[in-house]
């Protein structure tokens, strides 16, 4: 069963920066999509972005020019940069991997979580 392991959430300062990382636990060479989406407390999951193995982008427009999601196709792992935070931004980050022609993802990290606070 392939995991993927989530790292580099934590707290920071508003206006600071973190970058996660996503790697799965065994490279898959056919994968389609990986992707970041967050879930604040009381809030459903929401997309934050996804990048395609091909490297094609697409972001929420609460993160677009302060976020950038970039993989590694070798480690089948993705990053997440985030700078300029709000508190806004505090939440549980999750990861997953999408395959071809799949509607849904077939693999969700185990989250890692953000808080933005002075």
């Known amino acids: 069963q392939v995991q993927l392991v989530e790292s580099g959430g934590g707290l920071v300062q508003p206006g600071g920066s973190l970058r996660l990382s996503c790697e799965a636990s065994?490279?898959?060479?056919?994968?389609?999509?990986m992707g970041w989406y967050r879930q604040a407390p009381g809030n459903q999951r929401e997309l934050v972005a996804v990048?395609?193995?091909?490297?094609?982008?697409n972001y929420a427009d609460s993160v677009k020019g302060r976020f950038t999601i970039s993989r590694d196709n070798a480690k089948t792992a993705v990053y997440l940069q985030m700078n300029s935070l709000k508190p806004e931004d505090t939440a549980v980050y999750y990861c997953?991997?999408?395959?071809?022609?799949?509607?849904?993802?077939?693999?969700w990290g185990q989250g890692t979580p953000v808080t933005v606070s002075s």
């Open positions: 997953n991997l999408r395959y071809p022609g799949a509607n849904t993802p077939a693999y």
């Open positions: 065994e490279r898959i060479f056919s994968w389609y999509a």
């Open positions: 990048i395609t193995h091909g490297g094609y982008t």
